[in-house]
C-alpha cells in the first residue's frame, strides 16, 4: 500500500495549508493568554512552538476540527483517517502553563463522524501535545470531556533529541469520558498526581501509554470507572518497560472505592509485564499530593474554564 497521489490529494494538501493559514494562531515568547469569562476558541489552534515562558488560563477550546484529513493506508492493518489539527500544541518550548481551560468536540463528536474506507472519519487530534523537545511544561485544573486522542508526549519512537527532554506535570485535571493518551508518553519523566480519571463508554481504549523509554510517575489520582472497564484496563503497553504507581484509588463495579495497584492489575492480564519502578521521583511539584480519596472533591468544582475569580 502506497500513500494517495494524484491531482485530488495535491488539491487536499493545498487546503491543508489554506486551512492552517486560516485557524493556527501563533503564540510568541514570554506570552500570558487569559481569557475573559465565556472566552471560546472554536475551531482553532494554539500553537506554541519554539516560545518559552507562555501562559495559557480560562478558555474553552472547541472542535478544532481537520476539514480535510489525511488517508494513511499504512496505518494500522487497513488504513486510517489521520487529522494535523490539535486544540494546543506546544514544541520547542520550555516553562509553558496551561491552567483552567476545556478541552470539547463540542457539537461535533467523533461518534458523529462517517466511515469511509471502513475506517471512522477522523477529524480531530489532540488535545494538548507536547512534542519536539518541549520541556518543563504544567498543566494544571484543566478540563477534557467526551474527547478520543487526548495528549501525547513525544514526537515518535525514534531515539533522538527527545531524549532528556519532555519533563512535564499534570496534575488536578478532569479527564472525563475519554478514550485515550491520558497521557501517552515517550522518553519523558511525566509526573502524573491527583488526576481525576471518569471514565466510560464501549470505545474506552486505556489511559497511561507507556511508551519508549518513557518514565511516568503515577501518584495518588483517582480513577471511576463504568461498566466494562478494569483497572487493568488502565496502562497500555506502547513499548515501554517500567512505570512507577503509588497511592492511586478506583472506584469500580459498584463496589467501595479502594486503592488499586495499577501495575499489578495490568499484569496481571497482560504480557509481557512492565516493571514498578520508572527510575526517578518528582522534585518540582508546588505541593503535596493529597490523598487519592479526595481528588474528586478538589478537581470536581475546580478544573476548567470560568472556575478563577475573574
Keep these: 500500500m502506497v500513500p494517495p497521489t494524484g491531482a485530488l490529494e495535491a488539491a487536499r494538501v493545498r487546503s491543508v495549508a489554506n486551512q492552517t493559514r486560516q485557524t493556527q494562531i501563533n503564540v510568541g515568547p514570554n506570552t500570558t493568554i487569559v481569557g475573559r469569562r465565556g472566552a471560546v476558541l472554536t475551531g482553532l ?41 490539535d486544540q494546543v500544541s506546544v514544541r520547542r518550548s520550555e516553562h509553558v502553563w496551561v491552567d483552567h481551560n476545556t478541552f470539547t468536540d463540542g457539537d461535533n463528536p467523533d461518534s458523529a463522524q462517517p466511515v469511509y474506507f471502513g475506517r471512522p472519519y477522523q477529524v480531530h487530534d489532540g488535545s494538548l501535545d507536547i512534542t519536539h523537545t518541549a520541556s518543563l511544561v504544567t498543566a494544571s485544573y484543566n478540563r477534557f470531556t467526551g474527547r478520543d486522542k487526548l495528549m501525547l508526549i513525544g514526537s515518535s519512537n525514534t531515539v533522538g533529541p527527545d531524549v532528556g527532554r519532555l519533563k512535564v506535570t499534570l496534575h488536578h485535571n478532569l479527564f472525563d469520558r475519554v478514550l485515550q493518551r491520558l497521557p501517552r ?47 487493568g484496563d488502565l496502562l497500555y503497553d506502547w ?50 499530593a ?21
Design 185 to 231: 508518553v515517550r522518553f519523558g519523566q511525566v509526573d502524573v498526581y491527583n488526576n481525576w480519571y471518569r471514565l466510560a463508554g464501549d470505545d474506552f481504549a486505556y489511559a497511561i501509554g507507556v511508551g519508549v523509554q518513557s518514565a511516568a510517575y503515577v501518584e495518588n489520582n483517582f480513577f471511576t470507572l463504568g461498566a466494562g472497564i478494569a483497572p
Design 290 to 310: 493529597v490523598p487519592a480519596p479526595l481528588v474528586p472533591l478538589v478537581v470536581g468544582p475546580f478544573a476548567g474554564a470560568g472556575r478563577l475569580p475573574l
Design 45 to 85: 489552534t494554539l500553537m506554541i512552538d519554539g516560545a518559552s515562558n507562555v501562559i495559557v488560563r480560562n478558555l474553552t477550546f472547541d472542535d478544532a476540527r481537520d476539514c480535510f484529513p489525511a488517508w494513511s493506508p499504512t496505518d494500522g492493518a487497513t488504513g486510517n483517517w489521520n487529522s494535523q489539527y
Design 239 to 288: 513499548g515501554g518497560t517500567a512505570v512507577t504507581t503509588r497511592g492511586n484509588w478506583v472506584d469500580a463495579d459498584r463496589a467501595l472505592p479502594r486503592p488499586v495497584d495499577l501495575v499489578a492489575a495490568y499484569n496481571a492480564t497482560h504480557d509481557p509485564d512492565l516493571g514498578g519502578d520508572a527510575g526517578w521521583t518528582p522534585t518540582l511539584r508546588a505541593s503535596q
